[in-house]
């Protein structure tokens, strides 16, 4: 065997790749780390789920193994150390997933917008008529440069809104900003002027708690909320407290930790607040641009002369939409 496969390719990916290697799919083994253990003794190549992590203990029990491949971006459920003293290449779709993501937090804005639609999508068909709003000539919050807010910027430019953003990692002269027709603000202004707030910010361990009282204080009352980044991002009882007084009207979130608003959290009883199960990636474009970046990565690493180190390996091309071409790295060292 050459290639594990416990996440799925599309069709297509899938033939391609074992037109060429030696390939078993067993997705039943993220549920079973002892067989997948096991399994991973043989393989050369992985291509795992999230919810998989990989530690140095995950690694020693694949002696050959040479790439760890995952259909999303995000290193937090990877040991990348432990990978480069291994000479394991580190494969991500990083960018497979932008345009989705973008088209996810753009529905959940005219969702939120727009709350009657909802009611009927739920079978409610006597719901009571509830006045909506227009994104054109919102003030939409940006906060977060993250890839995938270029792409809703565009988006949300045709609807006529108007869009102010803030990052905490790109300074307000950077011209990214003039790029994007974002016009650059303090976080506090951004609060203040804001119909709408999307939060796509790339976390980091700093960031914990970056939405907190302090600058909830700030919000525009009656905002609405769409994000798709880590939940650790978000201070609960503030958050609560923010979803409850009125200062956030509704909130709707992509792939929240299992704790965030369970049972015992402030944010359980949040009515107004509405998580997705990381569906902002879940679409048939997203998935097919990822499966073949992904099978033509791990073809290219296993490809390779055997001497060569891992380190000049090539940096991938992947193709989005539009035809356009973007650079992206085809491995991660830190």
């Not at 107004?272 to 690493?301: C, D, K, M």
Request: hydrophobic fraction near 45%; include cysteine.
């Amino acid at each position: 065997m050459d290639i594990l496969l416990v996440d799925r390719l599309v069709p297509e990916a899938l033939a391609w790749l074992q037109e060429r290697h030696g390939l078993e799919s067993r997705p039943e083994l993220a549920a079973d780390p002892s067989a997948l253990r096991k399994a991973l003794y043989k393989a050369e190549a992985v291509v795992l789920p999230r919810k998989v992590v990989v530690t140095q203990e995950f690694l020693d029990f694949a002696p050959r193994l040479k790439a760890i491949a995952r259909m999303h971006g995000g290193t937090d459920n990877t040991d990348l150390e432990a990978c480069r003293e291994r000479g394991v290449r580190v494969i991500q779709a990083t960018t497979a997933n932008v345009r989705s993501n973008a088209e996810y937090l753009l529905a959940s804005l005219l969702l939120l917008y727009r709350r009657g639609i909802g009611a009927a999508l739920s079978a409610d068909r006597n719901a009571e008529i509830r006045l909506g709003r227009e994104l054109n000539g919102s003030v939409v919050g940006v906060l977060g440069l993250a890839p995938t807010a270029h792409t809703l910027a565009l988006m949300l430019h045709s609807l006529g809104a108007k869009l102010i953003g803030y990052d905490p990692a790109v300074h307000h002269t950077a011209p990214i900003w003039q790029r994007l027709n974002i016009q650059p603000v303090g976080l506090q202004d951004l609060m203040v002027h804001s119909d709408a707030v999307t939060v796509q910010v790339m976390y980091a361990s700093r960031y914990h708690n970056f939405i907190n009282e302090k600058l909830l204080a700030h919000c525009k009352p009656g905002q609405v909320w769409v994000g798709i980044s880590r939940s650790q991002l978000f201070e609960p009882e503030a958050f609560a407290r923010a979803l409850g007084d009125g200062r956030i009207e509704a909130a709707l979130l992509d792939g929240a930790d299992a704790g965030f608003a369970s049972k015992g959290s402030p944010l359980h009883e949040c009515t107004n607040l509405f998580l997705t199960p990381r569906l902002g990636s879940q679409t048939r474009e997203a998935r097919l641009r990822a499966s073949w970046y992904v099978a033509h990565r791990i073809h290219e690493t296993l490809s390779a002369p055997k001497d060569g180190p891992v380190s000049e390996m090539p940096t991938g091309m992947m193709d989005l939409e539009g035809g356009a071409r973007r650079s992206e790295p085809a491995f991660i060292v830190r």
